[in-house]
């Protein structure tokens, strides 16, 4: 189970990246929402931040779960 961790950790990654999991979350109800507030306004850093904020929440989070598992999973020496 330990050598499985960090190839499993960039398939997770690589799962919420790219495949229909962001699709569960309402990505593409913020991409729409926001790019219909960038056609209307043109204020295209808030709203590209705004992604980039959720996006890095995304990754932050599944990361620190999945190094916390690691580290459950470690070897402890006596």
């Known amino acids: 189970?330990?050598?499985i961790i960090p190839p499993l950790t960039s398939q997770y990654l690589n799962l919420t990246k790219n495949s229909s999991l962001a699709i569960?979350?309402?990505y593409s109800d913020l991409v729409s929402t926001g790019?219909?507030?960038l056609n209307q306004?043109?204020?295209a850093v808030e709203i590209?931040?705004?992604w980039i904020v959720v996006y890095l929440t995304l990754s932050l989070s599944t990361s620190l779960l999945m190094n916390w598992f690691n580290a459950k999973m470690a070897l402890v020496e006596r």
């Open 1 to 3: 189970m330990r050598i």
């Open 24 to 26: 569960a979350i309402g």
């Open 35 to 37: 790019g219909t507030i």
């Open 41 to 43: 306004t043109g204020q």
């Open 48 to 50: 590209v931040s705004i």
